[in-house]
T-cell receptor, first 114, second 111 residues
Framework: DTGVSQDPRHKITKRGQNVTFRCDPISEHNRLYWYRQTLGQGPEFLTYFQNEAQLEKSRLLSDRFSAERPKGSFSTLEIQRTEQGDSAMYLC????????????FGPGTRLTVL | DAKTTQPPSMDCAEGRAANLPCNHSTISGNEYVYWYRQIHSQGPQYIIHGLKNNETNEMASLIITEDRKSSTLILPHATLRDTAVYYCIVRVVPHNNDMRFGAGTRLTVKP
């Protein structure tokens, strides 16, 4: 297995700018998840895709955030008009559908908003 | 999902077994216990999961009490590279799609 990959690993941006992150899941996994993690806390669920359909969104996902998975493979997470409170690690995970359901995480993208 | 309680930190001597406890007293019959760990600045790494039987893999063993209200993750021979935050999570598979991470236990393996 190649694992879950995320790009970029680090992003520094100025407040008000838009940023986009990419996640490539494990190839045979049809489920893809985005989480956010702030310093000293565990990851918090943001949203989830099954194939190309976005099936669940957390209340944490404000309308400045949008996620897509157009062909059911890679996914992008865009944050518009970034705020300093958006500074966090953004984690992507993928899993197979079915009883296993084990989620495997990527290395994350660390966002710093100045 | 049931809530879990873990000690905030633990120490372990290198080469000894690390036993990490987790309380999940409100667990339902169809909820699994999952363990992940997170080494500094990396994504969480899956370790092991179980429903009611004890489980073992190449990384660790999971011991679940008969009433399923608590569990213990055992790293049989801890190394310095096992220093990490360990998360215990309970979830229904496959229906619940998000995982609720708490603060976890920060395990420090000391030489």
């Amino acid at each position: 297995d190649t694992g879950v990959s995320q790009d970029p690993r680090h992003k520094i941006t100025k407040r008000g700018q838009n940023v986009t992150f990419r996640c490539d899941p494990i190839s045979e996994h049809n489920r893809l998840y985005w989480y956010r993690q702030t310093l000293g806390q565990g990851p918090e669920f943001l949203t989830y895709f099954q194939n190309e359909a976005q099936l669940e969104k957390s209340r944490l996902l404000s309308d400045r955030f949008s996620a897509e998975r157009p062909k059911g493979s890679f996914s992008t997470l865009e944050i518009q008009r970034t705020e300093q409170g958006d500074s966090a690690m953004y984690l992507c995970a993928s899993s197979r559908q079915g009883l296993s359901g084990t989620q495997y995480f990527g290395p994350g993208t660390r966002l710093t908003v100045l | 999902d049931a809530k879990t309680t873990q000690p905030p930190s633990m120490d372990c001597a290198e080469g000894r077994a690390a036993n990490l406890p987790c309380n999940h007293s409100t667990i339902s019959g169809n909820e699994y216990v999952y363990w992940y760990r997170q080494i500094h600045s990396q994504g969480p790494q899956y370790i092991i999961h179980g429903l009611k039987n004890n489980e073992t893999n190449e990384m660790a063993s999971l011991i679940i009490t008969e009433d399923r209200k608590s569990s213990t993750l055992i790293l049989p021979h801890a190394t310095l590279r096992d220093t990490a935050v360990y998360y215990c999570i309970v979830r229904v598979v496959p229906h619940n799609n998000d995982m609720r991470f708490g603060a976890g236990t920060r395990l420090t393996v000391k030489p």
